[in-house]
């Protein structure tokens, strides 16, 4: 028998100091490009959707940057390290983000639909017209639905659509305003209230732990946003779902998985996981 090839030995990363606006560099071999480690964790489907939503983001509006992403597999604990042909700084990264989800809100338009239960007729009327106009709108559409996959005449939803209307909660609803809303409201009160900007509202996001401060609509994709009212032992009116409006560039609607189904801020960023592009984003 033939003795098990070894296995190369594996390099360790380099990292090079930081400052808060700086950029938070990995080398892990020489001649590879700089990396900003981003502090999304990989078992959070809410994080891993702002991630996808990121590449997305930064491809719609810094396509020169040629952004990838790969895990920081021998530098634990795993994290997604972000890759770029230019080194930036997490401000600049944040800024050209908050630009991509201005970008790509603009298609998230759904004429007053709150609930993804459309007839199967005009399911297809929907997704005809969407397939001859632009590819964006192409891929959301497709993302959310299909009119060959239906129930009861209705379409059946994506898998990543858990709000059917319960407790006032729409899924297109929040799917529009979601991303269009560039930052949350004022955090504390009176003169110590605090208003972020978009891009610093991302960079929480994608740079620092979430700490969940904002009162926003969710989605339900982070586990923490998974409110049970009816299990609570208390008034469910007292309750209140927290979560880090810095992931707003998620989009469900164009992440697919197959037909009849799909899918940053944490909540805007992974509204825009989806759509045709070069880095192996789109899951079908």
């Known amino acids: ?153 209705k379409v059946d939803a994506t898998p990543l659509c858990l709000l059917f209307g319960q407790g006032h909660q729409h899924f297109l609803d929040r799917l529009a305003v979601v991303p269009a809303t560039a930052s949350p409201p004022p955090r504390g009160r009176g003169k110590k209230a605090v208003t972020l900007t978009a891009a610093e509202c991302l960079a929480e996001a994608l740079f620092a732990a979430w700490q969940r401060p904002d009162e926003m609509f969710a989605f339900r994709w982070d586990p923490n946003e998974d409110v049970r009212f009816a299990l609570l032992a208390q008034d469910p009116s007292k309750a209140r779902t927290l979560t880090q409006h810095g992931n707003r560039g998620k989009t469900p609607g164009e992440h697919r998985t197959e037909a009849g189904q799909s899918g940053f801020d944490g909540q805007k960023m992974a509204d825009f996981c989806g759509g045709r592009s070069a880095g192996g984003r789109m899951l079908h």
Not at 70 to 82: E, F, H, Q
Not at 123 to 144: K, M, Q, V
Request: net charge negative; aromatic share 6%; proline share 12%.
């Open 1 to 153: 028998m033939r003795p098990p090839a070894e296995r190369p030995p594996q390099k360790s990363a380099i990292f090079w100091p930081s400052t808060p606006d700086g950029p938070a560099s990995v080398l892990c071999s020489p001649g590879v490009l700089p990396r900003l480690r981003l502090d999304l964790e990989p078992d959070n489907l809410l994080a891993f959707l702002a991630l996808l939503g990121l590449l997305r983001a930064l491809e719609t509006s810094r396509p020169n940057w040629r952004p990838r992403v790969a895990w920081s597999v021998d530098c634990p604990p795993i994290r997604p390290m972000l890759s770029l042909t230019q080194e930036q700084t997490r401000a600049a990264v944040a800024a050209a983000v908050a630009d991509g989800v201005d970008d790509l809100a603009k298609d998230h338009v759904f004429d007053g639909q709150a609930d993804l239960n459309y007839p199967p007729a005009l399911a297809r009327e929907l997704l005809e017209r969407a397939a001859s106009g632009s590819p964006r709108r192409a891929d959301l559409w497709s993302a959310l639905m299909s009119d060959a996959a239906a129930k009861d005449g």
